[in-house]
Nanobody, 124 residues
Framework: QVQLVESGGGLVQAGGSLRLSCAAS????????MAWFRQAPGKDREFVGG????????GYADSVKGRYTISRDNAKNTVDLQMNSLKAEDTAVYYC?????????????????WGQGTQVTVSL
């Protein structure tokens, strides 16, 4: 089992930046591909970015490509999400997720473990 704890959310003005971090504990972190999802009020949870076990494979939703960067440190058991040029529509609860698959997946049903989420609010 893996326990995931997100941090780094908060309130930021449009155009600003935030860095989210997800700390993993329990099982071997490098045995999991990781992803960030988000869920805005009244909307379905959506894929934001994913990273393979080794960090070699990366992928992003079109809505965040070029603005967000996902990274992982297998020595520190963390996965981060750097978010730049934030927009009001980025406002959501952001979740970290872990999958036993080698490669990340864009479907939330493929993930085995989830964090509790961290709120990101972007003001105009």
């Amino acid at each position: 089992q893996v326990q995931l704890v997100e941090s780094g959310g908060g309130l930021v003005q449009a155009g600003g930046s935030l860095r989210l971090s997800c700390a993993a504990s329990g099982d071997t972190f490098s045995a999991y591909s990781m992803a960030w999802f988000r869920q805005a009020p009244g909307k379905d949870r959506e894929f934001v970015g994913g990273i393979s076990r080794t960090g070699f494979g990366l992928g992003y939703a079109d809505s965040v490509k070029g603005r967000y960067t996902i990274s992982r440190d297998n020595a520190k058991n963390t996965v981060d999400l750097q978010m730049n040029s934030l927009k009001a529509e980025d406002t959501a609860v952001y979740y970290c997720a872990a999958s036993r698959a080698y490669w990340y997946n864009r479907r939330d049903s493929e993930y085995d473990y989830w964090g509790q989420g961290t709120q990101v609010t972007v003001s105009l």
